[in-house]
Structures are given as structure tokens and as C-alpha cells.
């Protein structure tokens, strides 16, 4: 669990950093990236928001 939190945070910090440097230079290359991590990031926490859903849920006898 620690580390999904580690690779949540350096997400946060690389989308951050990427909407920063858009900021400064005006390339939408930074942008686009910062774009895309998101979207990537987004679907993967929803689908390991899914596993432990589907742990919780599903009681598979030993």
C-alpha cells in the first residue's frame, strides 16, 4: 500500500511539474504530457479501486 501512495505522489508532483513548466515556457508539449499522465493515472487507480472492491466483495472459499 505504501507504494501506491509513493507512485500517487510522484504523479501529483509530475503532473504539477509539467503544468509549471507549461506555465513558464508556453510549449503545450508539457501540457499534453501532464494531459495524458492524468488520464493514464486516472484509469489506473480506478482499476485498482476495482481489485479491492472486488476483494471486499467476493468471498472466495478456501
Not at 499534453?32 to 468471498?59: D, G, P, T
Amino acid at each position: 500500500m505504501w507504494l501506491l501512495r509513493l507512485l500517487a505522489v510522484l504523479t501529483v508532483l509530475t503532473i504539477a511539474g509539467g503544468v509549471v513548466l507549461f506555465l513558464f515556457t508556453r510549449d503545450t508539449r508539457y501540457l499534453q504530457f501532464s494531459w495524458r499522465l492524468f488520464r493514464y493515472s486516472l484509469v489506473v487507480a480506478l482499476l485498482v479501486f476495482a481489485l479491492m472492491i472486488i476483494e471486499r466483495v467476493a468471498v472466495i472459499p478456501v
